[in-house]
Nanobody, 124 residues
Framework: EVQLQASGGGLVQAGGSLRLSCAAS????????VGWFRQVPGKEREGISCISSSSSSTYYADSVKDRFTMSSDVAKNTVYLQMNSLKMEDTAVYYCAAARGGNIARSADEYDLWGQGTQVTVSS
C-alpha cells in the first residue's frame, strides 16, 4: 500500500521548536517532490514548503521562511520539516504530500498523495 505517514506534532511554547516527519511506504521519494501544507479550521489549506526529488531545490512560503527547513533522509525514505521560532499563528494541522515528477510544487492541486495530518499547537 502506498502511503505517507506524518508525525511529530505536539504542543510547544512560542519560540520553541518541533520537527515533523513524513515517512513514505510503497514509494520512494526519488520520483516525488514532497511538500508540507497546514490548515486551520475555516481557512484554506496553505502550502508552506516543498523539496524537490533531488533535494536540490526548496521552496518556503514567506510566512515560514528563515524559520522552517526541509530535509530528506534517503535511507529512511523520510522527509523532515524542522520548525524553529514557532509562533502562535503556526498552530494548525500539518499535512505532507507527494507530487510525481519531482519538481517543486506549490499548489495542492499538483500533489498526488497525501498523508494524514499532525496537529501542531503553539501556546503563549
Amino acid at each position: 500500500e502506498v502511503q505517507l505517514q506524518a508525525s511529530g506534532g505536539g504542543l510547544v511554547q512560542a519560540g520553541g521548536s518541533l520537527r515533523l516527519s513524513c515517512a513514505a511506504s510503497g514509494l520512494t521519494f526519488d520520483d516525488y517532490a514532497v511538500g508540507w501544507f497546514r490548515q486551520v479550521p475555516g481557512k484554506e489549506r496553505e502550502g508552506i514548503s516543498c523539496i524537490s526529488s533531488s533535494s536540490s531545490s526548496t521552496y518556503y512560503a514567506d510566512s515560514v521562511k528563515d524559520r522552517f527547513t526541509m530535509s530528506s533522509d534517503v535511507a529512511k525514505n523520510t522527509v523532515y520539516l524542522q520548525m524553529n521560532s514557532l509562533k502562535m499563528e503556526d498552530t494548525a494541522v500539518y499535512y505532507c504530500a507527494a507530487a510525481r515528477g519531482g519538481n517543486i510544487a506549490r499548489s495542492a492541486d499538483e500533489y498526488d498523495l497525501w498523508g494524514q495530518g499532525t496537529q501542531v499547537t503553539v501556546s503563549s
